[in-house]
C-alpha cells in the first residue's frame, strides 16, 4: 500500500498546511500531500503549496449554484486525486452531508478549542470571555454539524490572566502544528477506530 494520500483544505496562511509539509519531510508523517484546495484565490495557503510544487485547485464559490453544488465539485476534486483523507486546515466553509457522507470518518479538522467548549467562530475570543482557565486544540473526525464529531486528540493550553485572544491564539496554534501531524499518522497506521462518539486509539 502507498502513503496516505491527503487533500488539504484551506482558506488563509496556511499555517497547519506547513506543519503537515514540515512534518513530512521530517518523516514524522507517513502521507502525500496529493491536493491543496482553497475558497479564495489569493490564500497564502495556496502559495505555500506552489513553492513546494504541491497540485493546487480553486473552487471559487460564486461559480456553484449552490453549497450542495459546490460540495459535490469538492468531492469530484477528492476523488480525482484518489484522497484517502480530506484535512480541514483552517477552511472557512461548513461541509454539507453530502460531501461528509462520501467520505465518512475520512475527514478531519482542528479547532481551537477543547470542543465541545466554543465551537464556531473566535473560540479563543470566547474562552477568554468566559474566563476559563484552560483551553486547547481538539482534532475530530467531521460529522454533520459544526466541530461536533468524534475526537481523536485533544492538547491543554492554560490561559493566562493577562491573555488576549491574541496571545491564546498564538499559544494555542503552537500545540496545533504539533497535535495535527501526529493525529493524521495515527490514521495512517490504522489505528484510529470510531465506535459511537468515542474514537479509540488501538495500540501500534
Excluded at 521530517?26 to 484565490?41: C, D, P, Q, T
Excluded at 503552537?174 to 493525529?183: F, I, S, T
Amino acid at each position: 500500500m502507498g502513503k496516505l494520500r491527503l487533500a488539504v483544505l484551506a482558506s488563509g496562511r496556511g499555517t497547519n498546511l506547513q506543519a503537515l509539509i514540515d512534518a513530512i519531510a521530517a518523516g514524522e508523517l507517513e502521507a502525500e500531500i496529493a491536493v491543496i484546495i482553497s475558497n479564495r484565490r489569493d490564500a497564502q495557503a495556496l502559495e505555500r503549496g506552489r513553492k513546494h510544487q504541491i497540485p493546487l485547485c480553486f473552487l471559487d464559490p460564486r461559480e456553484y449554484i449552490d453549497s450542495d453544488a459546490y460540495d459535490r465539485a469538492l468531492v469530484a476534486v477528492w476523488q480525482e486525486y484518489k484522497v484517502d483523507l480530506v484535512v480541514l486546515a483552517g477552511f472557512m466553509r461548513l461541509l454539507g452531508p453530502e460531501a461528509v457522507r462520501a467520505y465518512r470518518n475520512r475527514i478531519v479538522n482542528i479547532h481551537p478549542s477543547l470542543l465541545p467548549s466554543f465551537p464556531g467562530l473566535n473560540a479563543q475570543a470566547q474562552a477568554v470571555a468566559y474566563g476559563v482557565r484552560y483551553s486547547g486544540c481538539t482534532v475530530h473526525f467531521v460529522d454533520e454539524g459544526m466541530d461536533t464529531g468524534p475526537i481523536i486528540l485533544q492538547a491543554v493550553v492554560p490561559v493566562k490572566e493577562d491573555d488576549n485572544p491574541e496571545t491564546l491564539a498564538a499559544r494555542i496554534l503552537k500545540e496545533e502544528h504539533r497535535l495535527y501531524p501526529r493525529a493524521i499518522q495515527l490514521f495512517a497506521e490504522g489505528r484510529l477506530e470510531v465506535v459511537g462518539r468515542r474514537v479509540r486509539i488501538k495500540d501500534k
